[in-house]
């Protein structure tokens, strides 16, 4: 999901970059002291995470859990993530640094969505956390397939939307059970945004 | 998190300033996005070949670098090559200008230690949450990376098989517990010793003819680009 450099056109990826940033500066704006060593602590443990490979469907993947990230910081996932993106393109070229705006965007704006989802009020605080994982994984996928789309790449990246389905879906289950875990183990971890 | 595949030993660019070589290297980078024909990013790819050599990093490095991205960029090559088919050109084009980036970006991590990285985007005022936030994720990662290694290890002493989504659940939902208890412990810490959201930066230093050399390079990787322009060679692809 993490688009490299030369993909998108430059213009594209200038535009995501002051989107991203400013994004950035706006969901990070009057960040406490004491909230930016816990940010910076989620965000290793996402990068971590995102070292976690597993085959599937003949290729392999890893996971993201922007929904999580979503779910436990809510506007402050924005940051976090980039810092994420950040790094996985320096360190291990899982994205380029040019196209790290429009990534940043992509996925930031799933684990802002899956937020909101969180939030929805109705429904059971498993299924919530099902589907707060799925969509902070699906929704920056159809976000890739709709850009490959726009930028003249074909149809050929139906078959991916339909991957990261199956990706999705396994994101959902992990987060439902994770957020099922830290309601036992350490509810504030829900409730502090 | 310096291992093989970032930080270099003997690369003659750690003596250039981390900001000429932020500027320098993603203005070649863009150059690079902006090519359109085949021959300039052929260009492009060798100038960018060459200045890799310049730095005395070696071949091993530089196809270890483009491995990486090798998937993803040969993915994209050939939904573009069926979606333009017969012309393969735009499938190359795509492939060249993936490994140009990977090279250039690549340099800046095998040349610049992560601190002095994230002090170079301090100087170019990135946003300060993204700076703080990222000396955290540097300093943690491997803490948290070592952490799993023992999580995982303790799975296996008392099941011995692999884990069901339910345990991955779990076992997730630990490490980001455990992330945020250590990260109140250490923001306690840290505000016990006067932190006020932002960590002091060194002075930096001047800038040689070095410096300006290196981060006049985006510019040198954009003269293809401007004889493309100038040939009006850039029409579509």
């Known amino acids: 999901m993490h688009l490299a450099d030369g993909i998108l056109p430059p213009a594209w990826c200038l535009a995501g970059h002051a989107l991203?940033?400013?994004?950035?500066?706006?969901?990070?704006?009057?960040?406490?002291?004491?909230?930016?060593?816990?940010?910076?602590?989620?965000?290793?443990?996402?990068?971590?995470?995102?070292m976690l490979h597993f085959p599937l469907l003949g290729t392999s993947v890893h996971l993201g859990l922007f929904g999580f990230t979503g779910i436990v910081l809510g506007g402050r996932a924005f940051p976090v993530i980039y810092t994420t993106l950040l790094f996985q393109s320096l360190l291990f070229?899982?994205?380029?640094?040019?196209?790290?705006?429009?990534?940043?965007?992509?996925?930031?704006l799933g684990a802002l969505a899956a937020h909101l989802l969180w939030r929805a009020p109705g429904l059971p605080e498993m299924v919530r956390g099902g589907l707060a994982g799925f969509v902070g994984t699906y929704f920056p996928a159809l976000l890739?397939?709709?850009?490959?789309?726009?930028?003249?790449?074909?149809?050929?990246?139906?078959?991916?939307?339909?991957?990261?389905?199956?990706?999705?879906?396994?994101?959902g289950v992990l987060t439902a059970t994770a957020v099922t875990f830290v309601?036992?183990?350490?509810?504030?971890?829900?409730?502090?945004? | 998190m310096n291992g093989p595949l970032t930080l270099v030993e003997g690369c003659r660019w750690t003596r250039v300033e981390s900001r000429a070589k932020i500027?320098?290297?993603?203005?070649?980078?863009?150059?690079?996005?902006?090519?359109?024909?085949?021959?300039?990013?052929?260009?492009?790819?060798?100038?960018?070949?060459?200045?890799?050599?310049?730095?005395?990093?070696?071949?091993?490095?530089?196809?270890?670098?483009c491995a990486l991205v090798t998937p993803f960029a040969a993915m994209m090559a050939v939904?573009?090559?069926?979606?333009?088919?017969?012309?393969?050109?735009?499938?190359?084009?795509?492939?060249?200008?993936?490994?140009?980036?990977?090279?250039?970006?690549?340099?800046?991590?095998?040349?610049?230690p992560v601190p002095e990285l994230v002090?170079?985007?301090?100087?170019?005022?990135?946003?300060?949450?993204?700076?703080?936030?990222?000396?955290?994720?540097?300093?943690?990662?491997?803490?948290?990376?070592?952490?799993?290694g023992r999580m995982d290890r303790a799975r296996l002493s008392r099941s011995g098989r692999g884990a069901g989504p339910t345990a991955w659940g779990s076992r997730l939902a630990v490490l980001?517990?455990?992330?945020?208890?250590?990260?109140?412990?250490?923001?306690?810490?840290?505000?016990?010793?006067?932190?006020?959201?932002?960590?002091?930066?060194?002075?930096?230093?001047?800038?040689?003819?070095?410096?300006?050399?290196?981060?006049?390079?985006?510019?040198?990787?954009?003269?293809?680009?401007?004889w493309e322009v100038w040939r009006g060679a850039g029409r579509g692809w």
């Open chain 2, 79 to 112: 939904f573009l090559a069926f979606e333009r088919a017969p012309d393969y050109g735009p499938a190359l084009v795509v492939l060249g200008k993936a490994y140009g980036s990977v090279l250039l970006l690549g340099m800046l991590v095998a040349s610049t």
């Open chain 2, 176 to 226: 980001f517990v455990r992330s945020w208890e250590r990260g109140e412990r250490v923001a306690a810490a840290m505000m016990s010793r006067g932190f006020a959201g932002r960590f002091p930066q060194c002075a930096a230093r001047g800038w040689g003819a070095m410096d300006y050399g290196f981060a006049a390079g985006g510019l040198v990787m954009a003269i293809p680009l401007g």
């Open chain 2, 119 to 148: 002090a170079g985007l301090e100087r170019l005022r990135a946003p300060g949450v993204l700076v703080v936030t990222a000396s955290f994720t540097y300093r943690y990662a491997q803490l948290l990376e070592q952490e799993w």
């Open chain 1, 20 to 50: 991203a940033l400013s994004a950035v500066g706006l969901l990070g704006r009057r960040v406490e002291p004491w909230e930016v060593a816990r940010m910076g602590m989620l965000s290793a443990a996402g990068f971590v995470v995102s």
């Open chain 2, 23 to 65: 500027i320098g290297l993603l203005g070649a980078a863009l150059a690079v996005a902006a090519a359109q024909g085949l021959s300039v990013v052929g260009m492009q790819l060798a100038l960018a070949g060459a200045w890799v050599a310049t730095g005395g990093l070696p071949l091993r490095w530089a196809l270890q670098r």
């Open chain 1, 93 to 108: 070229q899982h994205g380029g640094l040019l196209a790290l705006g429009v990534n940043a965007l992509n996925m930031g």
């Open chain 1, 144 to 171: 890739m397939v709709a850009e490959f789309e726009a930028a003249g790449y074909g149809k050929g990246f139906v078959t991916i939307a339909a991957i990261y389905l199956a990706v999705a879906a396994i994101e």
């Open chain 1, 183 to 193: 309601r036992q183990a350490k509810p504030a971890l829900l409730e502090s945004r």
